[in-house]
């Protein structure tokens, strides 16, 4: 599986952002789904997941009731709609794929990963 992401920019406080990762190959969707961010200077950290059917979703507490994961397999594409963005939201962004429960996500346990997008949120 490939992964691309895309849709990072420029945005102000409060503003919204929605990134998007395409896969290619067949498998996609057999994959649980993930977004990782990595800010200058800071380890690469968890910020949502979702399993392969979508029907699950995890975030890390920092993002809830801003950001929603989701996924589209007919299209081999995730999503990442990100609102209310804050300063410390500033990162590049990665989406990720792995064989593992969204609750319990980590970098280490996914298998591909798109090259990073990067969000910059002024204020």
């Known amino acids: 599986v490939q992964l691309q992401a895309s849709g990072g920019g420029l945005v102000q406080a409060g503003g919204s952002l929605r990134l998007s990762c395409a896969a290619s190959?067949?498998?996609?969707?057999?994959?649980?789904m993930g977004w990782f961010r990595q800010a200058p200077g800071k380890e690469r950290e968890f910020v949502a997941a979702i399993s392969w059917a979508g029907g699950s979703t995890y975030y890390t507490d920092s993002v809830k009731g801003r950001f929603t994961i989701s996924r589209d397999n007919a299209k081999n594409t995730g999503y990442l709609q990100m609102n209310s963005l804050k300063p410390e939201d500033t990162a590049v962004y990665y989406c990720?794929?792995?064989?593992?429960?969204?609750?319990?996500?980590?970098?280490?346990?996914?298998?591909?990963w798109g090259k990073g997008t990067l969000v910059t949120v002024s204020s």
């Open positions: 990720a794929a792995g064989r593992v429960a969204p609750a319990v996500m980590a970098y280490y346990d996914m298998d591909y």
């Open positions: 190959g067949r498998t996609f969707s057999s994959y649980a």
